[in-house]
C-alpha cells in the first residue's frame, strides 16, 4: 500500500512539475503567443476531433442499422492507422518527451511504466482517436442499443491498445534515433514510407473506380490478414457478438493478446531505460597521433567577402549532414513524378499531364515551401553555437545574408532539378513560363525570407537537424508561416487569374518582376534592420536556443 | 598608467526587480591573469557575458582596451576571445571545420585559419578524430575545442567562463601551460572558476563579486591585507593574515561559513 501510495506522490508531482513548466513559459511575451496560437491549433484540433467523431459515428450507424456491421472494420482501421501514424508522419505537431530524465528518483518501475505511458498519451492521435471511437460507440449504441456495452468493452480495449501500440513504437523509434547509424537507416525507411503513402491517393485512382478481377481477388485475399490484426479484431468482436458469440469472444480475446504483446514489447524497451542503458556515441579514442591533421582552407567564392563564405560552406555542410532535411528536399520531384504518372487513366491523365504549362510553376513553388523549415527558424539548428555568432566580430545581419545566400543556393538547386524533372517527364516548358516562374520566385523568396528572418529572431526554437521529431518550430512560427505562405500564393494565383489569355506568361512574368522590386527593397529594408532586433532579442535567443 | 584591458563604470543588469550585477567598478591591467570569483548566483556569469557583448547592461559602460564595447562592438570583439558557459560550438561540424570556421570569421585569411586550426587541434590533443562531429567530442574534448576557437585569432583579451569545469588533469595542464605562454606574451585573461586552487595558482589578480556587487579586488597580497584590516575580522591565535589561503579569503569575503544551528539535523 506504501509502495503504491509513494507511486500517486511521484505521479502527482511530476504531473505538478510539468504545469509549473508550462504556467511559468507564460511569464515572457514569447510564451504567450505560443500559448495563443496553441490556443487557435486546438481549436482545429477541437473541429476535427468533433466533426471526425460525427461523421465516424454517423458511418457505424449506418452501418449497423443496415445490417452490415462488418464495415464497422473500416472505420477502425482508419482511426488505427490516424493513431499510429500521424505522431510519427507529423513531427512538427508532435512532441516527444524525454522520461527518462526522472530516473534520477527513486521512480519504481512500475511508476516510470506509468509516466512514460500517461503522459506520452497526452497527444492530439490520441485526443483525436479517443473522440472518434466514441463518436463510433454512440452510433453503435444508437443503431442497436443491446451492444452498446459489449462495443463499450471492445472499444475501450481498443483504445488502450492503440495507446500502447503508440508508445511502443515511440520508444522503439527513439532507440533507433540513438545511434547516426540506425537513424540514417531509419531515415531511409521513413522516406520511403512517405513516398508510399503519396503514391496511395493516385494508386487509388487509378484502380480504384474499376472493378477489375484480380483487384478484387487481392481484396479477398487481404481481407482474411485484416481480420487478423487489432482493428479487424476489434470489429469482429463487435459484430459477430449477435450471432458467433464464440467467434466474438474469441476475436476479442485475440484484440486482448495484441494488447498484452504491445504491453510485453513497451516493457521490454522500457526496463532497458530503466536500468539506464547508454547509446552514446561518444567516440573511443582511435589513436593518440599527436600528428598535425590536414585541414583543408574554407571556401573561397567570388564576389563573397571570407566571413559570408565561411557561414555559407557551414549552412551548407549542416544541411549535407541532415538526412531528414535531405529526404524533405528531394520530395517536389517525386511529387512531380507522382502527378505524372499517378492519374487514373494512366500517363496521359496524370493531374499535371492536363495543364503540363503548370508543372514547372507547381514544383517551383513546392520547392520554396519545403524550405520553410529552414528560413523560418534560421538558428534552430546552430542551438548554442548562437553565442559564438554574437561574439564574433561581425555584424549580425552579414551572419542572415549569409544564411539566406545558403537558403538561396538550395532554393537554385532545387528549381534546376525541378526544371530537369519537368523537361524529362513533361517536356521542357516553354520560356515565357520558365521566365514567369523565376521571376514568381524572386517576388516570393524575399517575402519569405524577410519574414523568416524577422521570425528566426522573435520566435526560435532549438532543433535537432538530424533527428525525426526533433525539428519542431514554434507554434508561433507555424502559424505566421502558414500566413505568409498564404498571401504570397495568393498573391500568385491573382496575377495568373487576371492576365489576359494570349499575352498571360510574359506579362505575368513582368507584374512579378515589378512586385519583386518591391519585396527585394522589403528584404533589404527588414535587413538593415536586423542588427537591432538580434541585439534586443539576444537574451531571449541565447536562452532558447542554449536551452538543454 | 597603460590603458586597461579591461574596465567596467557601474555596470548594472537588472532582470525585473533583480539586481544580476550592480555597480560594478572593474579595472583589469593589460597582461594580468584575472580571477573572478563568487558564490552561485553572484553575476559572474552575468558580467563575463555583458564584457563579451552576449548580453546588454542596463546601465553603465564597458570598455575593452579603451574602446568602448557599446559604440565599438565589432572592433572590441576582433579583438577578444571567449569561451562562454554553454561552448558555443556548432554540434554538427567537425572540430576542423569548426575552428576553421571560426578563424576566417574573427578575419584570419583561409590558409591562415587553416594551419592554425590544424596546430591548435594538434596541441589540444584533438587531431585524432579528424571525421568525428563536435557532438560526438565528450565534455573535456569540447571544452579545449571551444578554447581553441577562443584563441584562433590570437586575442588581447581573453574570457573563460569555467574553463577546467570537466576538463581531465592532463588536458587542464595543457591549458594551463597555453594560458601562461598567453599572459607572458603580453595577453589578458579574465576567468572565472569555482575551483579556488587554480585561480590562486594562475592567477595576479582576483575580484570577488556577491549579490551582484563587487566586495573585493585587487592582488592576492591586496585581498589578504584587507582581510586583516577588516573591522571585526579577528584571525584565530597564531593565524596570519599573509598565510591565508584564497579559499580562506573568500569564505571570510562572502561569509561562506555556517553555524552548528544552522545544519540539516535529520541528515543522517
Request: aromatic share 10%; glycine share 10%; with cysteine.
Amino acid at each position: 500500500m506504501a509502495g503504491m501510495s509513494l507511486v500517486c506522490e511521484q505521479f502527482t508531482a511530476i504531473a505538478r512539475a510539468r504545469w509549473q513548466i508550462f504556467f511559468h513559459s507564460l511569464r515572457t511575451t514569447r510564451g504567450t503567443a505560443e500559448l495563443v496560437s496553441r490556443i487557435f491549433v486546438s481549436f482545429l484540433i477541437a473541429g476535427a476531433g468533433i466533426g471526425g467523431a460525427i461523421g465516424v459515428g454517423a458511418a457505424a450507424w449506418s452501418f449497423v442499422s443496415n445490417s452490415s456491421p462488418g464495415w464497422l472494420a473500416l472505420l477502425l482501421w482508419f482511426v488505427f492507422v490516424f493513431w499510429q501514424f500521424f505522431p510519427v508522419m507529423a513531427t512538427a505537431f508532435t512532441e516527444s518527451t524525454d522520461s527518462s530524465v526522472f530516473l534520477r528518483f527513486p521512480l519504481s518501475y512500475r511508476a516510470f511504466f506509468l509516466v512514460v505511458v500517461a503522459f506520452g498519451a497526452l497527444d492530439i492521435a490520441t485526443a483525436l482517436g479517443s473522440l472518434w471511437l466514441l463518436g463510433m460507440l454512440c452510433g453503435i449504441a444508437i443503431a442497436q442499443p443491446t451492444l452498446g456495452l459489449w462495443a463499450a468493452i471492445v472499444l475501450c480495449v481498443f483504445a488502450l491498445t492503440n495507446i500502447i501500440l503508440s508508445r511502443t513504437i515511440f520508444a522503439w523509434i527513439e532507440r533507433w534515433l540513438a545511434q547516426r547509424r540506425t537513424r540514417e537507416l531509419f531515415g531511409i525507411l521513413f522516406f520511403l514510407l512517405v513516398i508510399s503513402f503519396q503514391l496511395i491517393g493516385p494508386l487509388l485512382n487509378r484502380y480504384g473506380d474499376r472493378s477489375k478481377p484480380d483487384v478484387m481477388r487481392l481484396g479477398q485475399r487481404v481481407s482474411p490478414v485484416q481480420q487478423a490484426l487489432p482493428p479487424g479484431l476489434a470489429g469482429n468482436a463487435i459484430t459477430k457478438l449477435g450471432h458467433s458469440p464464440a467467434q466474438g469472444f474469441a476475436s476479442f480475446g485475440l484484440l486482448c493478446a495484441y494488447g498484452a504483446c504491445f504491453l510485453w514489447l513497451l516493457n521490454l524497451r522500457l526496463r532497458g531505460q530503466y536500468r539506464g542503458e547508454s547509446f552514446s556515441e561518444t567516440s573511443a579514442r582511435r589513436t593518440q597521433s599527436r600528428e598535425r591533421q590536414i585541414v583543408p582552407p574554407g571556401w573561397k567564392l567570388p564576389g563573397l567577402s571570407s566571413c559570408t563564405a565561411a557561414i555559407l560552406q557551414k549552412e551548407l555542410l549542416y544541411l549535407s549532414r541532415s538526412g531528414p532535411m535531405l529526404f524533405t528536399l528531394t520530395v517536389p520531384v517525386v511529387m512531380l513524378t507522382v502527378f505524372r504518372f499517378g492519374g487514373a487513366g494512366g500517363e496521359k491523365n496524370g493531374v499535371l499531364a492536363h495543364a503540363p504549362n503548370f508543372a514547372f510553376p507547381a514544383g517551383a513553388a513546392y520547392a520554396l515551401l519545403v524550405l520553410t523549415n529552414l528560413v523560418y527558424n534560421n538558428f534552430g539548428a546552430d542551438a548554442g553555437g548562437v553565442q559564438l555568432l554574437f561574439a564574433l566580430p561581425v555584424r549580425f545581419r552579414q551572419v542572415v545574408f549569409a544564411k539566406n545566400l545558403a537558403h538561396l543556393t538550395v532554393l537554385a538547386l532545387e528549381v534546376g532539378l525541378v526544371w530537369g524533372a519537368v523537361s524529362f517527364l513533361y517536356g521542357r516548358p516553354p520560356l515565357d513560363v520558365t521566365v514567369m516562374t523565376l521571376a514568381g520566385l524572386v517576388f516570393a523568396a524575399p517575402v519569405n525570407f524577410s519574414a523568416g528572418n524577422v521570425l528566426s529572431i522573435y520566435s526560435p526554437k532549438k532543433i535537432e537537424f538530424a533527428t525525426f521529431g526533433r525539428q519542431r518550430a514554434s507554434q508561433t512560427t507555424i502559424l505566421f508561416s502558414f500566413l505568409v505562405q498564404i498571401v504570397v500564393y495568393g498573391i500568385a494565383a491573382l496575377v495568373l487569374l487576371f492576365v489576359p489569355h494570349g499575352q498571360g506568361y510574359w506579362l505575368a512574368a513582368t507584374v512579378f518582376a515589378l512586385l519583386a522590386a518591391l519585396t527585394i527593397t522589403a528584404y533589404l529594408i527588414v535587413l538593415g534592420r536586423v542588427d537591432r532586433m538580434a541585439l534586443e532579442r539576444r537574451e531571449s535567443m541565447i536562452s532558447e536556443l542554449c536551452r538543454a | 598608467m597603460d590603458t586597461p584591458a579591461i574596465s567596467t563604470e557601474r555596470l548594472t543588469r537588472r532582470f525585473g526587480d533583480l539586481f544580476a550585477v550592480q555597480d560594478v567598478n572593474l579595472v583589469v591591467a593589460p597582461g594580468q591573469f584575472f580571477g573572478f570569483l563568487g558564490p552561485n548566483g553572484a553575476g559572474k556569469s552575468t558580467t563575463i557575458k555583458m564584457l563579451t557583448g552576449l548580453l546588454a547592461p542596463t546601465s553603465g559602460t564597458i570598455e575593452i582596451l579603451g574602446m568602448d564595447l557599446n559604440s565599438n562592438p565589432v572592433e572590441v570583439k576582433r579583438q577578444i576571445g571567449v569561451v562562454p558557459e554553454g561552448m558555443a560550438l556548432f554540434g554538427r561540424l567537425t572540430g576542423a571545420e569548426y575552428l576553421n570556421f571560426a578563424g576566417r570569421m574573427y578575419g584570419l585569411n583561409r590558409e591562415v585559419a587553416a594551419s592554425r586550426a590544424a596546430e591548435l587541434l594538434e596541441f589540444m590533443d584533438l587531431a585524432g578524430q579528424p571525421k568525428t562531429l563536435v557532438t560526438d567530442y565528450s565534455h573535456g574534448m569540447q571544452k579545449k575545442l571551444a578554447l581553441a576557437a577562443a584563441v584562433i585569432h590570437g586575442p588581447k583579451v581573453l574570457f573563460l567562463d569555467e574553463p577546467f569545469e570537466g576538463v581531465d588533469a592532463i588536458a587542464a595542464g595543457t591549458l594551463k601551460n597555453m594560458l601562461q605562454r598567453m599572459i607572458a606574451r603580453g595577453a589578458t585573461i579574465f576567468l572565472t572558476s569555482h575551483v579556488l586552487e587554480i585561480v590562486e595558482r594562475l592567477c595576479s589578480h582576483v575580484a570577488i563579486i556577491d549579490h551582484g556587487r563587487l566586495v573585493a579586488q585587487g592582488s592576492l597580497d591586496e585581498l589578504r591585507a584587507g582581510v586583516k584590516a577588516e573591522p571585526g575580522n579577528n584571525l584565530a591565535a597564531g593565524e596570519s593574515s599573509e598565510k591565508l589561503t584564497l579559499e580562506q579569503i573568500f569564505l571570510r569575503t562572502v561569509g561562506g561559513t555556517r553555524t552548528a544551528e544552522q545544519e540539516l539535523s535529520w541528515l543522517g
